[in-house]
């Protein structure tokens, strides 16, 4: 019988058998794939934002913020870092306090963690999918296509439903279900938005810094400044993936709501405009197109002209008080025709899941069930680009682990049946 069992060997999933085993428990890791950590080596453009200097519960949503950030307390980012030293991994801040291997490649952090699992006599089974988890007395049973193990404790870390053809099929969801457990909706969070705008199609391979704000009743609900990349089907980059998740909700609960696009997030609107005015009095044969292309890349500038409906031609001292209004309404608040988001095949994380109410923060352990652990993705909550995925993995990871060895010790300690309900 094995102390621990965990399902899906991911992020979350290694480093709970790393923390466990660390404290001398025997843990079988199995995973359904064929190769495991598809999606570490695959984040980060395949450089892995491992981890950011500042994170906090402000950095995720989900319908239980206060234990996101006892987690989060528990095992810090700072936390994550030393980890990964000794580990061998060299981490590196970059802008916006991103954590990045020094090396430049995910392979490093994941070769890193694969490596202490071995070291510390971790079992990993892979192409072992598990459809059912039983507790039968004080014994978990985990099985699936020819297989069965019996365990004392159980980790389900089998992440979400992103990215479906790395082996997180959302299989885990049912297991949980199955074993007592309400799920918070799911759907997909930091994926790119569609639109049906030939024009904003065409300017595919275009990026910028800009800024994009959720409006609702004419309220600005939630902003994101950052990268901004135009594509082939719509929008993507940082800002558009951060945002995907809020407008994607509120389109399903009935509120309409819009996307604001600001090209010039660090300029002024106001002195903008006064510069305008100032120009048409200083250079009054310059051409607003000439002006424009020394804020936007060129093929931008031109379709913000056009749909103002300013000719090319147009001189600054010619322009018309409407036309200015309008030329600095859409540099600074861009309507954005986004008609749906890409999905779970583009997306990056899973928003909802098992929810933290049916979850002890301080071990990770289900409350509906002794001996029974979940951390990752499957939990109801989704952070923001920037590194808080891993770090929520590598949080309730460590927990989870620590936690189900303190339980399967006590376990034989103290005989079983005594401490279980
Ligand atoms: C393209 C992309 C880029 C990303 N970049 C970053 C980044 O730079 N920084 C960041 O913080 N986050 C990033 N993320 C998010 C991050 O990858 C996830 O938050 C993280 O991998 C979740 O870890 P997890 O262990 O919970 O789940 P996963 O990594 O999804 O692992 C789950 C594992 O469980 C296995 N499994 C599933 N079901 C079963 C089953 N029934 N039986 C057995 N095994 C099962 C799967 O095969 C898989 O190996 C990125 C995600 C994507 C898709």
Known sequence: MWDIIVVGAGAAGLMTAICAAREGARVLMLDGAARVGAKILMS????????????????YESEAKRSVRNILRAFSSERAVEFFKELGVELVLEPGGKYFPRTHSARTVLEALLRETKRLGVVLETDRKATGIQKRGEVFFVSGAHFKYESKTVVITTGGMSHPSTGSDGSGYKIAEALGHRLVPMFPALTPLLTEDKDLKAL??????????????????????GGFLFTHFGFSGPTALNISRHWFLAQKENRAAAIE?????????????????????????????????????????????????????????????????????????????VSGVYGYQKAEV????????????????????????????????????GGFNFQWSWSTGCLAGRAARAFSLALAKSGEGKILN
């Open 261 to 337: 696009l600001n090209f010039l997030p660090q300029e002024d609107e106001a002195a903008f405009s006064k510069h305008l005015d100032t120009l048409a009095a200083q250079a009054p044969i310059r051409l607003v197109k000439n002006f424009l292309f020394a804020k936007l890349p060129a093929r931008l500038a031109e379709l913000v002209l056009e749909k103002s409906q300013i000719s090319e031609r147009r001189a600054v001292a010619q322009f018309s008080r409407l036309e200015r209004t309008t030329l600095v309404r859409n540099l600074f608040h861009f309507p954005l025709p």
């Open 204 to 225: 595919a391979g275009i990026s910028l810094d800009a800024r994009l704000s959720l409006c609702q009743d004419r309220k600005k609900k939630i902003a994101f400044e």
């Open 350 to 385: 899973t928003a909802g899941g098992v929810p933290l109410e049916e979850i002890d923060d301080t071990t990770m352990e289900s409350r509906r069930l002794r001996g029974l652990y979940f951390a990752g993705e499957i939990l109801d909550a989704d952070g923001r680009i």
């Open 44 to 59: 980060g453009g395949t450089r892995c934002n491992v981890t950011n200097r500042r994170v906090s519960e402000k950095d």
